[in-house]
Structures are given as structure tokens and as C-alpha cells.
């Protein structure tokens, strides 16, 4: 299926169906709100998530939102698709409703107003803001039933645990650790970060622990750089056992390559 332009696909059901059972057809398409169009038909389904959480970082950054409720945005939408197919709903509404409840979430609470004129000037980038007119009120109205629709379809556990507050941990650990002259003259804290923000792309924050995702990151950026850990061969165990006792390298390493294939997504999705 093709989405063709809308983002304003929502249901008029009064419950949702999971993945397992058919979900109703019935949609109310606004298809005259918008011109992009996302074609998810010809795309793997990762590529997909790829381009719209895309839009909800950088839709994100312009509402100016922090880093956690961010990721929030981006796990709220990747839980979503792991209980709706993926043709069900139009994907740049979910992504919308996910910004609006991460909003709510995590206390920093946004305006559909801005939320929809940020994703109106993103996919035109020379148009004037939308106008007050009913057009609007329907796409306000679609991000809120949307809203609820997916609150029911998450069960209400919307709250996460990320892994942002254990990389900061990490990161200041290392620091002592390393000599001064190993930590200032390599960005192993800024490309940690960079990679932790990159891996909302994919559904990394689903299938792993969040201690083990910043214990991964924190490694790769090491990796990047060639810079290692002092009486690392002396140790007892790795340093990155360290800071997670159940971690385990095939972990490490599958993190790692989910990570490299987001990057590869990167480089051919324009």
C-alpha cells in the first residue's frame, strides 16, 4: 500500500484490533491537508520506520523539545507498530499523536497547533502556516482521536525507562578512567551520544535492556576511536561487565549491528 499524502488516517472505531486480529478498514483519509507522500509500498518495513522517526527527531528539535521526550516520541510510535500492522494507520499521524503524548509523558507539554504547522512547513517548506479553517480543526481533531487510539492500544504504558541517564553515568566512570590527554583529544562522549540518539531510528530501545544500549554505544564509540580501556587485559572481566553484570558480548555485538545497518539505511535513503 501507498500512503498517498495525509497523515490524517485515523480510525472512527470505538476499540482497537492488535496485529493478531483484522484491523477495520474504515479510515477518515484527509488527503487534501497534505502533498507528501511516504512510499512505504515500495520500501522494507524498516526503511519506513526509518524515514517517519526521522521526522519525529527533527519535528522534535524545531518544537523544541528535549532529548528524553524525544525518544519517547520514538518508542510510543515503535511500540505502536509492534501491535498494529503496518498499513492500518497513516504513519505520519501516529508519528504526530506520538510527539503530542511524549509531550504529556514527560511533562513537556506541546500545542497541536505547533505540532501540526512544524509538520505542515516540514513537508512544505515554502508554504504558509495553515489557517484556522476546518482543514485544521480535522487534523487537530485526527492527532487527538489518534492519541486515544493509541493509548488504548499500548494499554496506557506510555512511560519508559531510556538509557540516557545510564550513559551519563557511564560517561563520567570512563572519564576517570582514561587519562586526560585519551578523553580531550577524541569526541568519545559526543559520538556516544550521536549513536544513542541514531539508534531511536530502528527499534533498539524495544528489544534491548536500556543499561545494555548505553553500555553498547559507549563501547562503539570507543571502537571508533581505537581507544582503549586501561588494564582492560589485567581486569577481571571487561570494564563493559563493569557497569552491567547480565550484559554479554553476542549483546554488545547485536546491538553493534543493528546500529551499522541504521547507518547504512542512512546513506541510501535520501
Known amino acids: 500500500m501507498c500512503h498517498q499524502s495525509t497523515y490524517a488516517c485515523t480510525q472512527t472505531h470505538h476499540s482497537h484490533t492488535p496485529k493478531t486480529h ?4 474504515t479510515k477518515l483519509c484527509l488527503h487534501h491537508l497534505f502533498t507528501h507522500c511516504h512510499k512505504s509500498c515500495e520500501e522494507g518495513e524498516a526503511r519506513v520506520h526509518f524515514r517517519v522517526t526521522r521526522f519525529i527527531m527533527e519535528a522534535g528539535v524545531k518544537l523544541g523539545m528535549q532529548s528524553i521526550p524525544i525518544a519517547t516520541a520514538c518508542t510510543i510510535y515503535h511500540k505502536f507498530f509492534c501491535e498494529i500492522n503496518l498499513e492500518a494507520y497513516d504513519l505520519y499521524l501516529v508519528a504526530m499523536s506520538s510527539i503530542y503524548l511524549a509531550g504529556k509523558v514527560e511533562e513537556q507539554h506541546l500545542r497541536t497547533r505547533d505540532i501540526i504547522n512544524v509538520s505542515h512547513r516540514y ?19 485526527s492527532i487527538v482521536q489518534c492519541e486515544l487510539l493509541m493509548l488504548r492500544v499500548l494499554r496506557f504504558q506510555v512511560s519508559f525507562q531510556h538509557p540516557h541517564k545510564y550513559l551519563l553515568h557511564y560517561l563520567i566512570s570512563l572519564k576517570n578512567w582514561l587519562n586526560r590527554y585519551s578523553w580531550q583529544r577524541t569526541p568519545i562522549s559526543v559520538t556516544a551520544w550521536a549513536l ?25 564509540a570507543l571502537q571508533v576511536y581505537g581507544v582503549e580501556v586501561p588494564a582492560e587485559g589485567e581486569a577481571q ?8 553484570d547480565d550484559l554479554t ?8 549491528s543493528d546500529l551499522i545497518q541504521i547507518y547504512a539505511m542512512d546513506t541510501e535513503i535520501p
Request: proline share 8%; hydrophobic share 40%.
Open 22 to 25: 483484522s484491523v477495520p478498514s
Open 123 to 141: 513537508f512544505n517548506p515554502s508554504s504558509e502556516p495553515l489557517e484556522l479553517d476546518s482543514r485544521f480543526w480535522e487534523l487537530r481533531d
Open 196 to 220: 544513542l540518539r541514531d539508534s531511536y531510528h530502528g527499534g533498539l530501545c524495544l528489544r534491548f535492556q536500556a543499561q545494555h544500549l548505553a553500555v553498547a554505544v559507549l563501547y562503539l
Open 249 to 256: 558480548k553476542p549483546i554488545i555485538d547485536n546491538i553493534v
Open 237 to 244: 572481566k571487561p570494564w563493559w561487565q563493569v557497569f552491567s
